[in-house]
């Protein structure tokens, strides 16, 4: 089959799909603390879900309670329909390869021995807690691929735990973004990065402009007033708004073009003052700042020689982006 007739896995889309795990209502306390509050997700087999977030945002809480080292303390967990509580888990592995010592693991040859341990006996599921956390960054991001291709090949469901924002993006067929206990966001990589839905995840994920303003609706455009100086923004969305509410603008760096000439048939071009340039070799991100005192950041593939570019600092330019490149967001 080629790649363009391979069909899209979604399970989470089909109402007839039955998850592998449940979690319904479950609340996990401990003392006064919530470390996990009327959590309900579903996880499907055959998926690679990853739980995202900050240091204490329940993701390690959740797992050790898929692994039965922890019961809720409301709800249920269920595996293939089963509550595991009462049951001992062996369709079920954890392993914190991370958490191993230096002489255990010494890179990624340790990490795939490690793995293929955990598979021999054909687990239904994997929990893996930071498992490539000890490896520098070109090894593990070597091994992320590695993962996704002997996941695809068993067909065991993993679920990872991670706070690498990159990790999650690279390996996930979905990712959950966490926060104090919370599940905000349970979506694709490529819809938590372009569709986030508040501004906690738009923050979170990946390297963002975040404008706050006021909304007024104008037939299929919502333009946004954001300080003295500087025209509105026009931007598009599914959600309503009405005159005057507060919103925010979220727009990835990346969409949004720097010139030195004001550009043509574009709704949104706003003149500024370039701060601050950080080349990273294949792309250059430009801090610009606005005649509201707005700094926002834009980047440009560098398809020039380093000589021959033409915006340095200090320098007068123009950004711009489309009316659909931003993210509308209430509050």
Wanted: charged residues 25%; proline residues 5%; aromatic residues 8%.
């Amino acid at each position: 089959m080629t790649e363009a007739l391979r069909p899209v896995f979604a399970p989470w889309n089909d109402p007839d799909e039955k998850p592998l795990i449940q979690f319904k209502n479950v609340t996990k306390r401990f003392g006064d603390f919530t470390a996990i509050d009327d959590l309900t997700i579903d996880i499907f087999e055959r998926e690679f879900f990853a739980l995202l977030g900050p240091s204490g945002c329940g993701k390690t809480t959740l797992m050790r309670m898929l692994a039965g080292f922890e019961t809720p303390t409301e709800g249920t967990i269920l595996l293939s329909g089963q509550d595991i509580a009462p049951i001992p888990l062996r369709l079920t592995r954890l392993e914190r390869f991370a958490k191993r010592k230096p002489h255990q693991i010494s890179g990624g040859q340790r990490q795939r021995v490690a793995l293929a341990r955990s598979l021999a006996k054909a687990p239904k599921l994997l929990l893996l807690d930071e498992p490539l956390g000890a490896l520098d960054k070109k090894l593990r991001q070597d091994t992320q691929f590695e993962l996704m291709d002997i996941q695809e090949k068993t067909g065991t469901t993993f679920v990872i735990v991670t706070h690498d924002q990159e990790e999650a993006m690279t390996v996930a067929s979905r990712i959950a973004v966490m926060d104090e206990g919370r599940m905000i966001q349970v979506d694709t990589p490529a819809r938590i990065y372009e569709a986030p839905n508040t501004v906690y995840v738009a923050d979170f994920i990946g390297d963002v402009n975040i404008i706050e303003g006021r909304a007024t609706p104008s037939g299929e455009h919502v333009q946004i007033a954001w300080g003295e100086g500087v025209s509105d923004i026009t931007g598009t969305t599914d959600t309503s708004f009405e005159k005057g509410d507060k919103v925010h603008f979220a727009i990835r760096p990346e969409k949004v073009s720097v010139n030195v000439e004001k550009p043509d048939d574009t709704p949104n071009a706003f003149q500024g003052k370039v701060l601050d340039i950080a080349y990273l070799g294949n792309l250059s991100t430009y801090h610009v700042e606005m005649p509201n005192g707005q700094i926002i950041k834009a980047q440009s593939a560098n398809t020039r020689r380093l000589s021959r570019r033409a915006i340095t600092w200090d320098d007068t330019v123009w950004i711009s982006f489309t009316a659909t490149a931003g993210v509308l967001l209430k509050g």
